[in-house]
């Protein structure tokens, strides 16, 4: 598994860092082996070796993994950075009236959202490669284990809980009147770009199946895919291939890719046709025979 920093502005996608986590199970000592880290560990070292090259987000997107973790939180804090990050559904949390600051019993944020009324959910309209809509209400709250209110915003795939198949609670450190449900999720939503990147990379450019033992492995492999998926990129926004290889617009990554292996192989074919010698040569000299 790898741990990543990714850097998005909402135009450039930039991977920044990237580390292998190793489970413990697969080493010789487990968690007691010298070599385990955890992973908030990981996160949180190439957190700040982005701080150290002068990045600073102006909000870090986090997954439940890691937001669900309060010493990973508080460091972040203590780092002065402002996040966004997933919640469990069976995390305590004390609901707080903003007007009254009166403070509710402490319940488990999967029964806190039982108690809401239809009339705070809001549609908001997220612009991913498919749009999709989701309901969004937030609540102020103290959660178990962090110090201070912080805002949490649930989110549903429907208009009413009983509907819905899919609930996320997002929990974030930035205050002000900016911070709405409406904010909270739309930023949170950029992490998509960043996915996009990672699905494309392990299912077309061989991330997924790759086995690295050494971190010099990993980084090297990772450069390659990056290298080559931003040639990818570049060439289907700037309709390169499409112009030699291919009869039809090339909207999607799986499809520019088509068209590349297909430039790919023409061009091999054309040199095999003059060159079959060199190329029976070659295959020789590893041991094989073609022909």
């Known amino acids: 598994m790898i741990v990543t920093t990714h850097l998005y502005d909402g135009v450039r996608s930039l991977p920044l860092?990237?580390?292998?986590?190793?489970?413990?199970?697969?080493?010789?000592?487990?968690?007691?082996?010298?070599?385990?880290?955890?992973?908030?560990?990981?996160?949180?070292?190439?957190?700040?070796?982005?701080?150290?090259?002068?990045?600073?987000?102006?909000?870090?997107?986090?997954?439940?993994?890691?937001?669900?973790?309060?010493?990973?939180?508080?460091?972040?804090?203590?780092?002065?950075?402002?996040?966004?990050?997933?919640?469990?559904?069976?995390?305590l949390a004390t609901v707080i009236n903003p007007q009254?600051?009166?403070?509710?019993?402490?319940?488990?944020?999967?029964?806190?959202?039982?108690?809401?009324?239809?009339?705070?959910?809001?549609?908001?309209?997220?612009?991913?490669?498919?749009?999709?809509?989701?309901?969004?209400?937030?609540?102020?709250?103290?959660?178990?284990?962090?110090?201070?209110?912080?805002?949490?915003?649930?989110?549903?795939?429907?208009?009413?809980?009983?509907?819905?198949?899919?609930?996320?609670?997002?929990?974030?450190?930035?205050?002000g009147d900016r911070v709405t449900g409406e904010w909270i999720v739309q930023t949170f939503s950029n992490r998509n770009y960043i996915e996009k990147f990672y699905r494309e990379a392990k299912g077309w450019l061989g991330l997924k199946e790759y086995q690295v033992r050494k971190k010099e492995s990993l980084i090297r492999h990772f450069i390659l895919v990056f290298t080559a998926y931003t040639f990818i990129v570049y060439q289907q926004l700037m309709g390169g291939l499409r112009k030699r290889y291919a009869n039809k617009s090339l909207t999607t990554f799986a499809g520019t890719l088509e068209a590349f292996l297909t430039g790919i192989s023409d061009n091999f074919l054309g040199w095999l046709q003059n060159n079959m010698e060199v190329f029976a040569e070659h295959k020789a000299s590893r041991g094989f025979i073609w022909g």
């Open 17 to 91: 860092d990237v580390e292998l986590y190793q489970h413990a199970d697969y080493l010789p000592e487990g968690k007691e082996d010298k070599d385990f880290v955890k992973k908030p560990d990981i996160a949180l070292k190439l957190v700040n070796q982005t701080l150290k090259r002068k990045y600073r987000p102006g909000i870090v997107l986090i997954d439940g993994g890691y937001g669900n973790n309060s010493t990973f939180l508080k460091e972040l804090e203590s780092l002065k950075l402002n996040y966004i990050g997933g919640l469990a559904k069976n995390r």
């Open 100 to 175: 009254t600051e009166e403070k509710q019993s402490e319940k488990r944020l999967d029964e806190i959202i039982l108690s809401l009324l239809s009339e705070d959910w809001i549609a908001v309209t997220l612009e991913l490669e498919r749009p999709k809509t989701v309901w969004v209400a937030t609540i102020c709250a103290e959660i178990n284990g962090l110090e201070a209110k912080r805002n949490i915003a649930i989110v549903m795939n429907a208009s009413s809980v009983s509907e819905a198949t899919e609930i996320d609670y997002l929990i974030t450190n930035k205050q």
